[in-house]
Each structure stands twice: as C-alpha cells, then as structure tokens.
C-alpha cells in the first residue's frame, strides 16, 4: 500500500531564511503525482507545488521549490525567503490513482 | 481560492440529530471528493464522485450519506453520528479523478458531535 511520511511534526524558521521539510513515499509504481499543500489557520488546503514522477526536473513555484529524488522515494519542500505569511500546515501528497494520500502533516512557525 | 465553498463553516450536533454538510464548485469540474481530517491523523478519503456518479467508498460507516445531485454540488448527509466523527471535513473538486488533474480544496466544515 502507498504511503506517506513527514517525519518533522513542527519545524521553525525566521523571516527572510530558507527552511526545508521533509516528505518520503512507498510506492511501487513507476508513474505517479507528488503535491505539497499548504493549510493556513483560516483552513483552506492550497496547492504550494506539484511533481509528475516521470519529470526528472525539479519543480519550481516562486519562492518554493522541491528536491524530487525518485530512487530514494523522498520529495522535500523547500521555501527560500520565508514570509509571515508561509505560517502554516504542510501537507505532502500522493497520487497514482484517484486517491490522493496524505501524510500527517508539518506545522511550519515563523519567527520575525 | 474561493472556486470550491462549503457550508456550514462549523455545525454542533446531538448523536440523534441529522444534518447535511454542502459543497459547491465553481470551478467546472467533473469530480468531487469528501475528506476527513482528525487531529493528529492523516486526511483521510471518504467517497469520490465523477459524473455525479460514486466511485469511491472508502469503508466508510452508513451514518455517513453522500448525494451528488449534479458536478457542482455535493452533499454529506449525518445522521446518528458517534463523538468520535468530530473532524474537519474537507470537500474537493477536480477536472477529473484521473492522477494528473490536481484537487482544489473548500475550506472545511468544522463538525462537533455532543
């Protein structure tokens, strides 16, 4: 069965710094989805970056980025330049089929 | 993103009572999706619509109704419900359930069951 593990509860950063989180996967698939997804206080789950697994080529979406390493099933998130504002949940996710399947999640705080 | 709202934002609710959670798109999307979220725990997929039609019921108890009467609206009917189904629920909506399209998320339902 595919799942999905964020090992880091809680991570802290301080404005203007870069902060990485960190997600790994179990899959035997060769073809598949990876998502980041950012749950502010106000609870509306955002879409932060995706992955298509057959793109060897790194995403990119503004300040965020991911290190997508397929042979070692991991796929972290990293925000450069972090913002008040980035404070949140993060959700890393999978999706082959038409489940998507989440980890447990990362509390992002903010540090002025 | 305002294209996916669900209402109520929070309901408090008896075990004996019955009440429905409502989601709607604005989106154009063919596929809609129920969540739960509990502390602590994964999201976990309760049932996945295409067409207005069920595709996906992830064991999820009877007390639990869903309707999808057409691509934009989707309703979760509770009736009966245990304290323990206190949970965000999270509606969703995509293209279609195919793995590329991407799921756009409401902003929950906050339920509490007394």
């Known amino acids: 069965a595919q799942t999905v593990t964020q090992s880091q509860p809680e991570m802290s950063v301080q404005e203007a710094e870069t902060v990485t989180l960190s997600c790994t996967y179990d899959?035997?698939?060769?073809?598949?989805?990876l998502f980041w997804y950012k749950q502010p206080p106000s609870r509306q789950m955002i879409l932060v970056i995706r992955?298509?697994?057959?793109?060897?080529q790194n995403a990119t979406e503004n300040r965020f980025s991911v290190n997508f390493q397929k042979a070692a099933k991991s796929f972290s998130l990293k925000i450069s330049d972090s913002q008040l504002g980035d404070a949140a949940m993060y959700f890393c996710a999978y999706r082959y089929t038409d489940k998507l399947i989440f980890g447990t999640g990362t509390r992002l705080q903010v540090f002025p | 993103e305002t294209g996916v709202t669900q209402t109520p934002r929070h309901l408090v609710m008896g075990m004996t009572n019955k009440k429905s959670l409502k989601c709607e798109q604005h989106l154009g999307h063919n596929a809609m999706y129920w969540y739960k979220q509990s502390a602590k725990k994964p999201l976990e997929l309760m049932f996945v619509y295409n067409f207005k039609e069920q595709t996906e019921n992830n064991s999820v108890p009877s007390r639990f109704s869903p309707e999808c009467p057409n691509s934009s609206h989707l309703f979760l009917h509770l009736h009966t419900l245990q304290p323990e189904d206190s949970a965000l629920y999270l509606c969703?909506?995509?293209?279609?359930?195919?793995?590329?399209?991407?799921?756009?998320f409401g902003p929950g339902t906050r339920l509490t069951v007394l």
């Open positions: 969703a909506s995509s293209q279609t359930p195919a793995a590329p399209d991407t799921q756009y």
């Open positions: 992955q298509e697994a057959y793109k060897q």
């Open positions: 899959t035997s698939e060769s073809d598949y989805y």
